[in-house]
């Protein structure tokens, strides 16, 4: 079993930056493929980031060059770093652990709110 809890939300102005964290417990970490997921009302859930047990990272598109995920195995902890903020990046974001197949281990945090508004 794997706890994620998500911080590091909160308001923005366009063009500003937030590092987002989330921090497991309960469970061995390091093995678990990583993810960021944001959601804007009325949306569907979009994937932000992913980054493997082995650092391999991947972005969606509307976010690459501008944000990076990082993790960190000692601390249980996987970072979003935010730069260029647009109002559009404006959403609840969600950290997701996970290992394959997902059946053997699929974990969600509660989200933390990021708003990108002047």
């Known amino acids: 079993q794997v706890q994620l809890v998500e911080s590091g939300g909160g308001l923005v102005q366009p063009g500003g930056s937030l590092r987002l964290s989330c921090t497991a417990s309960?469970?061995?970490?390091?093995?678990?493929?990583m993810d960021w997921y944001r959601q804007a009302p009325g949306k569907e859930r979009e994937l932000v980031a992913t980054?493997?047990?082995?650092?391999?990272?991947n972005y969606g598109d509307s976010v690459r060059g501008r944000f990076t995920i990082s993790r960190d195995n000692a601390r249980n902890t996987v970072f979003l770093q935010m730069n260029s903020l647009k109002p559009e990046d404006t959403a609840a974001y969600y950290c997701?652990?996970?290992?394959?197949?997902?059946?053997?281990?699929?974990?969600w945090g509660q989200g933390t709110q990021v708003t990108v508004s002047s």
């Open positions: 309960g469970s061995i970490f390091f093995i678990y493929t």
């Open positions: 980054i493997t047990s082995g650092g391999t990272t």
């Open positions: 997701r652990a996970r290992r394959t197949p997902t059946t053997m281990g699929d974990y």
